[in-house]
């Protein structure tokens, strides 16, 4: 089975604080995703990368840079903490561009405060 | 930009009705993905379509992609205590890497 690990399942962090999250993926995939979920509003792509040292912006990339120096491996990491970055982190990857399914991991719900 | 709005937002349902979701794009899609999330749990693929007018079915779910490939539909027959979670649609438009989700609708079944 594809496994997508977090590092962590709750996080609890002060306002300004740099924090990373980590996303790992044991099936070579080549694209992985970090979403943000807020309710009422789903999904929100933050960052996606299609290869290693390769990164692109998705809908809501303020406030957030990534990370991937290895294929397996993909950080998330907020510069300097804010309130409203309080949500659940969803990270995903999938083999390939040519329509296939995402897997997700376990979810990190941060808290800023 | 793209968006992609699901209706309803919520649905309650008697186990044993139907019950179905909608998805609209604002833009045309070259496919269209289903996930579920139980309550505590991460987004599962469900399905993808690909063909405009295209339905495929699994078991008691149902699920459709318009004629124009701008909306898509998952309907659950006879709905069971196991279908309780949150329904998102996923679209992608040619050339990119991106899905864009919808906003879910969470399914509550009364037993």
């Known amino acids: 089975d594809v496994k997508v690990t977090q590092s962590s399942r709750y996080l609890v962090k002060r306002t300004g604080e740099k924090v990373f999250l980590e996303c790992v993926q044991d099936?070579?995939?080549?694209?992985m995703f970090w979403y943000r979920q807020d309710p009422g509003l789903g999904l929100r792509l933050i960052y996606f990368?299609?290869?290693?040292?390769?990164?692109e912006k998705g809908d809501i990339p303020e406030g957030y840079s990534v990370s991937r120096e290895k294929k397996e491996r993909f950080s998330l990491i907020l510069e300097s903490a804010s309130t409203n970055q309080t949500s659940m982190y969803l990270c995903?990857?999938?083999?390939?561009?040519?329509?296939?399914?995402?897997?997700f991991g376990q979810g990190t719900r941060l808290t800023v405060v | 930009g793209q968006q992609v709005m699901q209706i309803p937002q919520y649905q309650h349902v008697q186990e044993g009705e139907d019950f179905t979701t909608y998805c609209n794009s604002s833009?045309?899609?070259?496919?269209i993905q289903w996930y579920k999330q139980r309550p505590g749990g991460h987004p599962v693929f469900l399905i993808q379509?690909?063909?405009?007018?295209e339905v495929k079915k699994q078991k008691r779910l149902t699920f459709q992609f318009g004629e124009a490939k701008k909306n898509s539909s998952l309907h659950i027959t006879a709905t069971q205590t196991t279908d309780v979670g949150t329904y998102f649609c996923?679209?992608?438009?040619?050339?990119?890497?991106?899905?864009?989700f919808g906003t879910g609708t969470r399914l509550k079944v009364l037993a």
């Open positions: 990368s299609y290869d290693v040292k390769m990164k």
């Open positions: 099936m070579d995939h080549e694209n």
């Open positions: 833009t045309t899609l070259s496919n």
């Open positions: 379509l690909v063909k405009s007018g």
């Open positions: 995903a990857s999938e083999v390939t561009r040519v329509n296939t399914e995402a897997f």
């Open positions: 996923a679209g992608t438009s040619s050339g990119t890497y991106k899905y864009i």
